[in-house]
């Protein structure tokens, strides 16, 4: 069963400072990696979807890598503002069973 | 290109009520993907339908139950409904396989069972 961490849980940083995200995830077997943002009592935005032959995947001040083979993904937020303020998830699609596996999500504050 | 619609946004029932909840996948989406978040349990895969066939699910009660119509649009469907049912309902579209397949989630359904 593929299992999925994140750390932090939780991060607080001065507007400016660049965001380091962590994911790892246990099995290597996967379609694909996915990062989303959710805001509270909202639904989730996708922000970068790296397939499994890719190692970064890059959209405006965001940047994601990924390792398969270590089971990890990193996501970079360049020059933080508070409006990055939310929780990141990430979520890996296993190639075995098909279905999409979450970590818990390391929420961001981003102080003026 | 309209986003994932769902329908109701918020629900208050009471125990042992049943309750439908709708999704509307983005126009050409064939798969339909439903999830429960909690504080507690974070993000739970309930169920997968494409092309009108559950293709995965995940490890809920019977009382849980979906299907998708011939227009890609979903329904989920909570039986006897328990405390435990509250929960923000997630529903996610995609085009439906390999490894360019993104999800994009709809707005959630609030469900609150008294």
Request: glycine share 10%.
């Given at each position: 069963?593929?299992?999925?961490?994140?750390?932090?849980?939780?991060?607080?940083?001065?507007?400016?400072?660049?965001?380091?995200?962590?994911?790892?995830?246990?099995?290597?077997?996967?379609?694909?990696?996915?990062?989303?943002r959710q805001d509270?009592?909202?639904?989730l935005?996708?922000?970068?979807?790296?397939?499994?032959?890719?190692?970064?995947?890059?959209?405006?001040?965001?940047?994601?890598?990924?390792?398969?083979?270590?089971?990890?993904?990193?996501?970079?937020?360049?020059?933080?503002?508070?409006?990055?303020?939310a929780t990141?998830l990430?979520?890996?699609?296993?190639?075995?069973?098909?279905?999409?596996?979450?970590?818990?999500?390391?929420?961001?504050?981003?102080?003026? | 290109?309209?986003?994932?619609?769902?329908?109701?946004?918020?629900?208050?029932?009471?125990?042992?009520?049943?309750?439908?909840?709708?999704?509307?996948?983005?126009?050409?989406?064939?798969?339909?993907?439903?999830?429960?978040?909690?504080?507690?349990?974070?993000?739970?895969?309930?169920?997968?339908?494409?092309?009108?066939?559950?293709?995965?699910?995940?490890?809920?009660?019977?009382?849980?139950?979906?299907?998708?119509?011939?227009?890609?649009?979903?329904?989920?469907?909570?039986?006897?409904?328990?405390?435990?049912?509250?929960?923000?309902?997630?529903?996610?579209?995609?085009?439906?396989?390999?490894?360019?397949?993104?999800?994009?989630?709809?707005?959630?359904?609030?469900?609150?069972?008294?």
């Amino acid at each position: 069963k593929q299992e999925v961490t994140q750390i932090p849980a939780a991060l607080s940083v001065p507007e400016g400072e660049n965001l380091v995200l962590n994911c790892s995830f246990t099995d290597s077997a996967i379609y694909n990696l996915q990062w989303f943002r959710q805001d509270p009592g909202k639904g989730l935005t996708s922000l970068l979807l790296i397939q499994s032959s890719q190692r970064e995947q890059t959209s405006g001040r965001l940047n994601a890598s990924l390792d398969k083979s270590s089971g990890r993904s990193t996501l970079y937020i360049a020059a933080s503002q508070p409006g990055d303020s939310a929780t990141y998830l990430c979520a890996v699609r296993s190639s075995n069973d098909y279905k999409l596996s979450f970590g818990a999500g390391t929420t961001v504050t981003v102080r003026a | 290109k309209a986003g994932v619609t769902q329908t109701p946004r918020y629900l208050i029932k009471t125990r042992g009520q049943q309750v439908t909840l709708s999704c509307s996948p983005i126009s050409g989406h064939r798969s339909v993907s439903w999830y429960q978040q909690t504080p507690g349990q974070g993000l739970q895969f309930l169920f997968e339908y494409f092309s009108e066939t559950q293709r995965n699910k995940g490890n809920f009660p019977g009382r849980f139950s979906g299907r998708q119509f011939s227009n890609s649009r979903s329904e989920m469907n909570v039986s006897t409904l328990e405390l435990g049912d509250s929960a923000l309902y997630l529903c996610a579209s995609s085009l439906g396989s390999g490894e360019h397949n993104e999800q994009f989630f709809g707005p959630g359904t609030r469900l609150t069972v008294l």
